[in-house]
């Protein structure tokens, strides 16, 4: 793999993907701070000490076990504020990172872990496992400071009760190189249509939730078709986007999965527009990359991450601590600011070392967030109520992902 600089933090992250493919085993990991970055600078207190604006649930911690174990996405769980947790509530934290949604799936259902941070293309698949259970409120101090457009979701809840905590949020957003692009994009038909200056050089998202994205542009261009959320697919609206996946075959230039490779491509200009997320194209531009973003008119997917708690935890205490300290606001502040992405926190934008991060991530426009589809794991029982059909399960999608790809 060809690695130019795209930023420390990014190919720091990558690194760790590269160490949890590569050791089955339970394991702690932490990176140093980036170089060249600055950890959120937090409150402190009179005498100089950090006021980490959180305290442990005391009942909770009466019963920590001393140690917890996590599955988790790489950038989530860092020595900089996981180091002050262990010391708060003598729960040590052992990480395991997850490169994929389907690998945490797989994980969880083994009962070795405590906890995951599962997006929701995983979050269901595990509450209808019943890898994952319910959570008491009233355990979790933080969870009164999320912002309410991310509570009570169908990726963080189940019959209306409280399966996780969020942790943040982002959108999966279309990236352009501004020489290509002069005049600038602002509809995902230069990933569909072809005709562009990009014909040939577009970046798309290797995966089988990326169906969803050509559900998305169905359903702005072609509303016979019924489709009213990207998730909840009958067998002829799936059809249809597998249909037009292949037909994008042939003027698509990249997939990609690894993030670095885009970047990279972004800052070489071998690829000209394409799905990305922001915090991919915020280090590709640091590093030269002529290129912007946009949430283009029709909308799009994103995601929003979920902490959870296994039904098969064997530190139920510790991990209970741990979803309410990462959701606190200074913990929340450092995590998402570190990935790049929206904090859950109200209270964290205040903490974030770029008095811009929220800005940046639209973390308080709710109304950005409005047209954003949360990656959501397709159920044969429709997402969008539907009753007489029965809509493509998401097994189904990773079997028709993989013979595209073929």
């Known amino acids: 793999m060809r690695k130019s600089r795209v930023g420390a933090a990014l190919l720091a992250s990558l690194t760790l993907v590269a160490a949890a493919c590569g050791d089955d085993e339970k394991e702690s990991t932490t990176t ?32 920590a076990e001393g140690q917890v174990n996590i599955v988790a996405w790489p950038g989530y769980i860092e020595e900089a504020w996981s180091a002050p947790f262990t010391e708060m509530t003598g729960c040590a934290v052992n990480v395991k990172l997850g490169a994929t949604s389907d690998e945490m799936v797989q994980l969880m259902q083994s009962g070795e872990y405590d906890g995951v941070s599962a997006s929701g293309d995983a979050t269901n698949r595990l509450m209808a496992g019943g890898e994952v259970v319910e959570i008491d409120l009233a ?24 399966m996780g905590i969020p942790h943040g949020r982002g959108a999966n957003v279309m990236f352009y190189n501004t020489e290509a692009f002069p005049d600038g994009v602002d509809s995902w038909s230069v990933m569909w249509e072809g005709g562009s200056v990009a014909e040939g050089a577009t970046s798309v998202y290797d995966s089988p939730i990326y169906i969803a994205d050509a ?59 394409g799905t990305t997320w922001q915090v991919v194209a915020n280090f590709a531009q640091g ?48 995590a998402t600011e570190y990935f790049g992405e929206a904090p859950s926190n109200e209270k964290g934008c205040a903490l974030t070392a770029d008095p811009d991060h ?3 991530f639209h973390a308080e426009e709710e109304d950005y967030w409005t047209d954003v589809w949360y990656w959501t794991t397709a159920t044969e029982e429709c997402l969008d109520g539907r009753t007489d059909v029965t809509c493509v399960p998401y097994t189904e999608w990773v079997n028709a992902w993989n013979a595209l790809r073929a």
């Open 32 to 63: 140093e701070a980036p170089e060249g970055t600055d950890a959120p600078a937090p409150d402190t207190t009179e005498g100089g000490d950090i006021d980490y604006m959180w305290t442990p649930n005391a009942d909770v911690l009466a019963g």
């Open 139 to 162: 355990e979790f101090s933080s969870y009164d400071d999320i912002f309410d457009g991310l509570k009570d979701k169908p990726w963080n809840s189940m019959d209306g009760k409280p």
């Open 215 to 273: 559900a998305l542009w169905l359903m702005a261009t072609q509303p016979e078709l019924g489709i009213t959320n990207p998730y909840a697919l009958d067998q002829t609206q799936f059809d249809a986007a597998i249909a037009l996946l292949e037909s994008q075959k042939e003027i698509t230039g990249q997939y990609w999965a690894d993030y670095v490779v885009q970047a990279n491509s972004m800052v070489d200009g071998t690829v000209l527009a």
């Open 287 to 334: 590093e030269g990359a002529i290129i912007e973003t946009v949430k283009p008119k029709e909308g799009a997917t994103g995601w929003s991450d979920t902490w959870m708690l296994s039904s098969q935890a064997a530190n139920p205490n510790c991990m209970k601590l741990w979803m309410d300290w990462i959701s606190s606001p200074w913990a929340n502040a450092q």
């Open 358 to 360: 929220c800005t940046k």
